[in-house]
């Protein structure tokens, strides 16, 4: 078992090294995403001034909720995963995994994490310059509740993250080219998983729905946790059991596309 463990230690290792190697990209990518908070704070300072709350929330909870949501992209977003992925299938170097006894979904897996941990170290930078100057809007709850909870969900959307891009990587065993599923699923996360703008100021019904779908707790559920946009810890339990669900789910579904894909596959170059 330690033996099996040692692999991914190695191949988190190996991303971490890798990763640091483009520690600067990464901060560029960080300071450019203040940008990204400046017009934030610009159009929802607009939608508020006509009002001290909008869907029971205030200006200082709302800009809490997005600088929380950007943090937590950084952490547990899947950037380019599934583009590597695809990448080993058709230049031929995922055939080196065939014949070892190494798990690839772990091997990417311990890459992610690998990948987080830099470009989520590397965000707390730009967070020095924002934090300071947001400060008097910020608002976060103290219950400690939410923290013991939202730690669990956000590994929950971590891996969540990384099952669908593995998902996607895995469609290059049937496509050529999976930029048009990429670009897709990335619209839609961006709208259902809150990127755009909380889920609760949609439609009752609407945001009934989405609760049930995998983009709800990408990244909007974790961030609600800890910002306040679940009040009840009810609500939060049933919620983490429907993000396992997907878990186990979205774990399932790889694994399905990896055995299928193998068939299909034909081991050149590698």
């Given at each position: 078992m330690f033996a099996s463990l040692t692999k991914y230690?190695?191949?988190?290792?190996?991303?971490?090294?890798?990763?640091?190697?483009?520690?600067?990209?990464?901060?560029?990518?960080?300071?450019?995403?203040?940008?990204?908070?400046?017009?934030?704070?610009?159009?929802?300072?607009a939608a508020y001034a006509g009002s001290p709350s909008i869907g029971g929330f205030s200006?200082?909870?709302?800009?809490?909720?997005?600088?929380?949501?950007?943090?937590?992209?950084?952490?547990?977003?899947?950037?380019?995963?599934?583009?590597?992925?695809?990448?080993?299938?058709?230049?031929?170097?995922?055939?080196?995994f065939l014949l070892k006894p190494i798990n690839y979904f772990l091997y990417r897996f311990s890459i992610f994490?690998?990948?987080?941990?830099v470009t989520g170290v590397l965000i707390l930078l730009p967070l020095l310059?924002?934090?300071?100057?947001?400060?008097?809007?910020?608002?976060?709850?103290?219950?400690l509740w939410r923290i013991a909870l939202g730690v669990p969900a956000m590994a929950l959307s971590a891996v969540i993250q990384f099952s669908i891009a593995?998902?996607?990587?895995?469609?290059?065993?049937w496509f050529l080219d999976i930029q048009g599923f990429v670009i897709l699923s990335m619209a839609v996360?961006?709208?259902?998983?809150?990127?755009?703008?909380?889920?609760?100021?949609?439609?009752?019904?609407?945001?009934?729905?989405?609760?049930f779908l995998p983009f709800y707790y990408q990244t909007y559920f974790p961030v609600a946790i800890l910002t306040?946009?679940?009040?009840?810890?009810?609500?939060?339990?049933?919620?983490?059991?429907?993000?396992?669900?997907?878990?186990?789910l979205l774990l399932g579904l790889n694994q399905i596309l990896w055995t299928r894909g193998l068939r299909r596959h034909t081991a050149v170059g590698g």
């Open positions: 230690r190695h191949a988190f290792l190996l991303g971490l090294q890798s990763n640091l190697v483009y520690r600067a990209n990464f901060a560029v990518r960080g300071f450019f995403s203040l940008f990204h908070l400046t017009v934030v704070f610009i159009l929802w300072g200006f200082g909870q709302t800009l809490t909720y997005f600088l929380v949501m950007l943090v937590m992209q950084f952490f547990v977003g899947a950037f380019n995963e599934d583009y590597q992925i695809s990448e080993e299938i058709r230049n031929g170097l995922i055939n080196q994490v690998a990948a987080r941990l310059v924002a934090v300071p100057l947001l400060h008097d809007y910020l608002t976060l709850p103290h219950d593995y998902c996607f990587g895995m469609l290059t065993f996360e961006s709208i259902l998983g809150g990127q755009m703008f909380p889920l609760d100021l949609l439609p009752a019904g609407v945001f009934r729905v989405a609760q306040g946009r679940i009040h009840d810890i009810a609500v939060v339990w049933q919620g983490l059991g429907i993000q396992l669900g997907w878990v186990l």
